[in-house]
DNA sequence: GCTAGGCTTTACAACGTTGCAGAAGCGCGA
DNA sequence: TCGCGCTTCTGCAACGTTGTAAAGCCTAGC
């Protein structure tokens, strides 16, 4: 297959010679420039097939300046959601015909900064960033010199191109839903106090907001502050929330590992999922829909989340001057048993 | 703090420039070289930090015939245990100063051929690859000319380095842990017919042994094939499986996903989990913690996979010659309540 | 038959870095 | 005093590609 035996060894150099023609003839055969006599494109491509030919990309990347790579900054991929959106943004990505490469910051502000300005920008060329901890004091940091799409509401009105969804109106849907369901002592776990932009701010705006709609008083005691997202946070924030005796009928897991850890304690303490308590999530990972009870989620249109961010990202990088863009997704409930009547 | 505003515009000819030496002494600085008098080091990374240069690594990689980014590709980051693997391969990677960039077959296997000869090939310096669908048979498509590490033990014995776990004797243990509980009707879910090198014979072939051990009859009755192990074909497995009446009181996912699929269904037809069928996984992915009821699973020892394959990556792009390693990795039972007596 | 103008092809010079070979400076023993 | 060997620094030539500008070729139109 190799036709050398020793890699990279084939240079355009070599088909050229095979081929008879200058060497930036055989550079604009590879890169289908259309001024190229039939007879030799099919000359050049012989001697390429011939010899095995492959492009040295570090050479393009130095020549060109870009390296058809992309950077995807996310928390941890063992998050199911950001694992989920990696695998729609690697999609989108090769779709594109660019590479991602993937930088964890494991949710850590300080990290979250140095991936901004790591060494690795340079390999890249641009970002794509899913910050967790950042806050509106940060804004300074996101002023970089390179393409860079935000994902989330954390920060806004920056000079840089952002893709979300709407989470207020996403969270409002999600307890309306078990308000339709009858509910009303709906505890929401997973807050966090303090903090005025991020996710979880908005969805309890958003929680908040259902409730007046629909004439439920709002009450602190059922809103459980809880750190990072994950199932154990859930556990913990539900176990707080029984412990503490209110009164409840129904529980909004901030995201769906919260709301997994829920239903994990709620089974464990023997409460009936949804008889005594209906549980909702938010993300609608796959898990959601293999729990038991299967767990009604927001579905935040990752697909298109992903292929939005790729899309603003690549025309950013295209060099293409448009103003910056904030684009809100689409979301949809999805009931499940978890909220079955 | 980057100095010149524009990007990507400070070289070290800049470097020079400003500390008044000759570019290739910033590049001795830059790459510690050390014979280098401490105050031109102090004057170079002066100017360096006041230029705020950073390496062209595209220009570097050209020079070197390195990239210092390696390939790692897997089947899916949606699927749990392999979100987990390329978590734990990226902080390998990051803490040996290499990057990682993935790529995803989609357990297909023309896909999973693809990534062996791809134009990526040349951006990496090396791959770990995690086939799924490959068999014995393509062992000269893995014949590759550049440093290659093969995680999982579907085919063995060729010119590469080798991760795996210890499947048959992990999988003896799973059963073993089964009939501890006093379960003698143990179905397995998710084999695949006809394979003889994949995880799926081996686990099934170490299921096998275990029931030979305890002079349990070996009743094919009860191993249940099934396709990609997803959730959804443990749910489909274990479907088929109570509907064709045979008598059961335990069930052994090939793996997380397909025993996570099993409890749902269970759930969903009100078996009780332990008490009417013992339920145990493989892989031990953060899911099975959560599960209602918690999943006993085995733990394949993820961090020691990972760090394992990159250190074995690493030492062969360094050029050191060595056999051909294949390392078998730890596992452990992981009993939790699906299991308990 | 000649020229304008389009199509093809080419030579050259970068892109930013590092390996190599060697030059300059220095200390020290003969 | 000289030369040797070590430290420190430098110039040059690559690495493999593409942008630029220009040269050759060809055809159509006069």
Redesign the pocket.
């Known amino acids: 297959m190799n036709g050398s035996g020793v890699r990279?060894t084939v240079?355009?150099?070599d088909v050229a010679a095979r081929a008879g023609?200058?060497?930036?003839?055989v550079?604009?055969v590879?890169?289908d420039?259309p001024?190229?006599?039939p007879a030799?494109r099919e000359k050049v491509q012989r001697a390429i097939d011939e010899l095995g030919y492959r492009?040295?990309l570090s050479?393009?990347s130095?020549?060109?300046g870009r390296t058809g790579i992309i950077g995807l900054a996310l928390p941890e991929l063992s998050l199911p959601y950001f694992a989920e959106l990696a695998d729609s943004v690697i999609r989108a990505a090769e779709a594109r015909g660019v590479v991602v490469l993937i930088e964890q910051t494991s949710a850590d502000r300080q990290h979250e900064l140095e991936v901004l300005t790591s060494d690795r920008r340079q390999l890249t060329d641009g970002l794509i960033f899913s910050p967790l901890e950042l806050g509106p004091d940060d804004a300074d940091a996101l002023k970089v010199d390179y393409p860079l799409v935000v994902l989330g509401e954390r920060i806004f009105g920056g000079e840089w191109d952002h893709v979300t969804m709407n989470n207020v109106d996403a969270a409002r849907a999600a307890t309306q839903h078990l308000i339709d369901q009858g509910r009303r002592r709906i505890a929401v776990i997973g807050a966090h106090a303090g903090e005025t932009m991020g996710s979880a701010a908005l969805r309890v705006l958003g929680y908040q907001a259902a409730l007046a709609a629909n004439g439920i008083p709002f009450d602190p005691e059922l809103v459980i502050e809880g750190g990072l997202w994950h199932r154990a946070t859930g556990a913990d924030c539900t176990n707080r929330l029984l412990d503490s005796g209110v009164k409840v009928d129904a529980v909004f897991g901030l995201n769906d590992a919260l709301a997994l850890g829920a239903l994990h304690v709620l089974h464990a303490r023997d409460v009936d999922v949804p008889g005594d308590i209906a549980v909702i999530g938010f993300d609608d990972i796959e898990d959601a829909a293999y729990a038991s009870p299967t767990l009604s989620s927001i579905s935040p249109g990752r697909e298109q989340i992903a292929s939005m961010a790729v899309d603003l990202l690549l025309a950013r990088i295209a060099g293409e001057e448009q103003p910056f863009r904030r684009v809100i997704t689409d979301f949809e409930v999805m009931p499940r048993e978890s909220t079955a009547v």
Do not use: F, P
């Not at 023609?21 to 003839?25: R, Y």
């Open positions: 990279g240079t355009m150099h023609v200058s060497i930036k003839t550079s604009n590879v890169n420039y001024h190229i006599r030799t492009m040295n050479a393009r130095l020549r060109q």
